[in-house]
């Protein structure tokens, strides 16, 4: 029984320490599913950037990490130091098919490169597409790209930072609560040269799920040269609009603003009620009145101790040596409770309890009524805004010449893969149809089965599974320990009884002084102990063994009988 409680024991802590591991590893389903080949996609047509992350060598070659510091922030953080890795995906992975991971968190962390020529905003549109997978989910942080712009003061990668002037800035970003798909774009003003950013307006739809299902997913952004754009997520329109009218603050000024120097004429009323000037107050209103007045009806408890005052000084407090009189005061002891208070409901002189005085009414005011010379609210005039332009072709954005990510997350593994950068929306579709598609139906897939269920319902994290089957199984292990604890008490007692009856026997039987036949069976059956493994058969032939010994031995004659004792 110990062997096996043992072997249960082993074989269950076997099974968690590799349900964990396999949460530690890999998490995911690889172990058990044999990975598809895999094939790196190639674009089907021109692409400025295409890049899938499966030649690490060739990332070396053309991402440039970032060797500079921010700004305006603590020495300790401000370094871009954050790591980052070439690696399959946790989960539903393929071999060969590799992403660019970044793998810290809480540090700030900064890669780009350069598009194979820059790109000009003029009659193509642009598709920008990309895919990210929250590996271990988000507390709070981006995956957001910057296309770079064209710029030769900014030219060295190395120096790539927060500040680093971009053209676009597209992806998810959480903190919080606070869910969001950005579309920034920088608009220059054509009167001034000044850059400001325009916010694209926020989608209707929920995001939470795209940063918590630790599933891969693809955001396409589509700039089209009549100031259109669509933005989609795993290939369905989550966002569109216009450049024009979808963003804020809004690309054109308005035409007129309001006047600065015009100022509200004294005689303009902007009251809408005034007091009724006719009404009068009346003559039982009195302002005077209290609004608590003494309870007459309030008397004074039973046993209240109205000549002891509450406090009394301390008769064992002693003046302090260093008590200077001219400039501490006299010295008086301290207060302590009244002892014969303790007992009493109260001491000192009894104060009545107020009441709410029903003759209050506060201060009168009189009715407001509509006032006959109101003029409405007043606004300042509207002048000709001297910022006012009229840019039609707001499409027409400053070139980009690479992209790269700068990010500061509180979760690790965020993992990017399947970057395309074209001008051509057919190029763009191929290239998910290729590589996204392809994931999203082996997923599908592979969830389908019982292992991906299992994994879905403890949210991808074996571990948790593994401390849960703990959580049941301690009561059961208990139980078997139990009864083994039992069996063991029941056969050491059995044992303990069946010794008492050995030496029980052994003092019944008393050597007798003649050694007849009879005797010796009778101190054969004293000292034979009761086994079940002896048969009847095999009692009766030692039996007859013996008398026959004991018959040669006595000369031949049988065994004599005695005479019972009537005593």
Excluded at 324 to 341: F, H, S
Excluded at 546 to 556: F, N, R, T, W, Y
């Amino acid at each position: 029984m110990a062997r096996l409680v043992v072997c249960m024991v082993l074989v269950y802590l076997g099974t968690c320490c590799n349900i964990l591991n396999a949460d530690g590893n890999h998490d995911n389903v690889s172990d058990t599913i044999q990975k598809p080949p895999y094939k790196s996609p190639e674009p089907s047509g021109f692409a400025y950037l295409a890049e899938h992350f499966d030649n690490e060598e060739r990332f070396k070659n053309t991402w440039v990490l970032s060797e500079t510091k921010k700004d305006d922030i603590d020495e300790d953080i401000a370094k871009y130091d954050g790591i980052w890795s070439i690696e399959e995906l946790k989960r539903h992975a393929e071999s060969g098919d590799h992403g660019l991971v970044l793998k810290s968190k809480a540090r700030h962390a900064a890669v780009s490169t350069l598009l194979s020529k820059p790109f000009y905003f003029k009659d193509k549109p642009l598709i920008v597409q990309y895919e990210v997978n929250f590996q271990e989910g988000q507390e709070c942080g981006g995956a957001y790209l910057k296309l770079l712009t064209l710029d030769d003061k900014h030219d060295d990668l190395k120096q790539f930072h927060d500040k680093t002037p971009y053209t676009i800035m597209f992806g998810p970003d959480k903190c919080g609560n606070d869910h969001k798909l950005h579309f920034i774009f920088r608009h220059k003003n054509p009167l001034n040269g000044t850059i400001t950013e325009k916010h694209c307006k926020k989608a209707k739809d929920r995001l939470e799920d795209y940063f918590k299902d630790k599933k891969p997913h693809l955001y396409t952004l589509i700039i089209r040269p009549d100031n259109t754009y669509v933005i989609k997520v795993d290939n369905t329109i989550l966002n569109l609009g216009s450049l024009l009218d979808d963003f804020a603050p809004p690309v054109n000024p308005p035409l007129e603003i309001e006047d600065p120097d015009d100022k509200q004429p004294e005689y303009w009323d902007d009251r809408e009620k005034i007091p009724d000037p006719l009404a009068v107050k009346p003559d039982d209103w009195d302002e005077d009145a209290p609004v608590q007045i003494v309870d007459e009806t309030d008397i004074i408890p039973e046993g209240w101790l109205e000549d002891e005052p509450p406090t009394i000084p301390n008769s064992d407090s002693v003046k302090p040596d260093d008590w200077d009189d001219v400039m501490d005061g006299e010295w008086e002891a301290p207060e302590i409770p009244n002892p014969k208070c303790a007992d009493a409901p109260g001491c000192g002189p009894y104060k009545q309890k107020m009441k709410k005085n029903p003759r209050y009414k506060g201060k009168w005011l009189a009715p407001l009524i509509n006032n006959p010379n109101y003029k409405g609210k007043w606004k300042p005039r509207l002048i000709h805004n001297p910022e006012y332009f009229n840019d039609e072709h707001p499409f027409e954005m400053l070139a980009i010449s690479g992209i790269g990510f700068e990010l500061w997350s509180m979760s690790p593994d965020i993992y990017f893969d399947n970057i395309i950068i074209t001008d051509d929306e057919e190029v763009a579709r191929k290239w998910s149809d290729d590589t996204f598609e392809i994931r999203r139906v082996r997923i599908a897939e592979e969830s389908d089965s019982l292992w991906g269920r299992m994994m879905r319902a403890v949210n991808y994290k074996p571990g948790w599974w593994a401390l849960y089957f703990v959580y049941c199984a301690i009561p059961v292990v208990a139980y078997i320990w139990y009864l083994y604890k039992r069996c063991r008490e029941d056969k050491s007692e059995i044992k303990e009884e069946e010794d008492k009856q050995l030496v029980t026997n052994d003092d019944l039987a008393e050597p007798a002084d003649d050694e007849s036949p009879q005797a010796s069976v009778r101190k054969l059956s004293l000292e034979k102990p009761i086994k079940e493994k002896d048969n009847i058969e095999d009692k009766e032939e030692d039996t007859e063994e013996v008398i026959k010994s004991d018959k040669l031995s006595a000369g031949g004659e049988g065994p004599r009988r005695r005479k019972p004792n009537k005593e």
